[in-house]
């Protein structure tokens, strides 16, 4: 198969791993193991494809450590990219019914924002780009969801949850007192500071301190300065 995707220049080849967990595989019905992902993601790297593994959080059986081990191990793999979904509920598959009956609890949208976020650093940690954070919207989607994390700019959420543990981590740091806080952020990083809703702001605030967020086109993105 993979020689004849040569023949017609295919240059990437994407997996839909989901979980390197077999129970969480097994329970989900996916009818693949982790072991075939692994020996599948050898095979694509040996013939010189770019490889792009996708992981699902929130999976029936699934915990928050079991998808941090999932993530460790489709690291260990060296994808050039990935893609993580937060489950979400669909009318009319087995996993809605299943939701209905009362016998799987999706993850919030806080949940899965939170754990999605720090995901986000790890994979970028590993120097793994991760090129998909959430589900397209589309008619179908709108039609049949029925429960689930999701959120049309669900990447900024992340990406804004990310800002905020960071800076919240720097004011612990440098002991900063609470009160006014003035945070120079580049121009293009306004709204992750900001949060959507204002809820950085929010957060911030019932932390003691009254933020002001000032756009500074000599700060690098992702970064920020900070002063009281």
């Known amino acids: 198969?993979?020689?004849?995707?040569?023949?017609?220049?295919?240059?990437?080849?994407?997996?839909?791993?989901?979980?390197?967990?077999?129970?969480?595989?097994?329970?989900?019905?996916?009818?693949?193991?982790?072991?075939?992902?692994?020996?599948?993601?050898?095979?694509?790297?040996?013939?010189?494809?770019?490889?792009?593994?996708?992981?699902?959080?929130?999976?029936m059986g699934d915990t928050d450590d079991g998808a941090r081990a999932t993530a460790r191990k489709i690291a260990d793999l060296h994808p050039d990219c990935v893609r993580i979904y937060p489950t979400i509920v669909l009318r009319g598959t087995e996993l809605g019914e299943a939701y209905l009956r009362g016998e799987y609890r999706p993850q919030t949208l806080d949940e899965a924002v939170s754990l999605c976020a720090e995901l986000l650093g790890f994979f970028e940690s590993r120097g793994i780009r991760v090129i998909r954070l959430g589900l397209h919207a589309s008619p179908e989607l709108e039609r049949d969801r029925v429960a689930g994390p999701w959120h049309p700019a669900f990447r900024e959420l992340c990406e804004s949850r990310r800002f905020l543990e960071k800076l919240q981590r720097e004011l612990t740091r440098r002991k900063v007192p609470t009160g006014p806080l003035r945070v120079q952020v580049n121009p293009a990083c306004v709204s992750q500071a900001v949060g959507q809703k204002k809820s950085n702001l929010g957060r911030l605030a019932v932390c003691g301190y009254k933020t002001r967020i000032v756009p500074d086109n000599t700060v690098k993105r992702g970064d920020f300065h900070i002063s009281w």
């Open 1 to 59: 198969m993979l020689s004849l995707l040569k023949v017609y220049g295919v240059t990437t080849i994407e997996l839909g791993a989901q979980s390197m967990e077999d129970h969480v595989l097994t329970v989900n019905g996916r009818g693949h193991t982790a072991e075939q992902v692994v020996r599948a993601s050898e095979l694509i790297h040996s013939s010189d494809f770019a490889l792009g593994l996708q992981m699902m959080t929130g999976l």
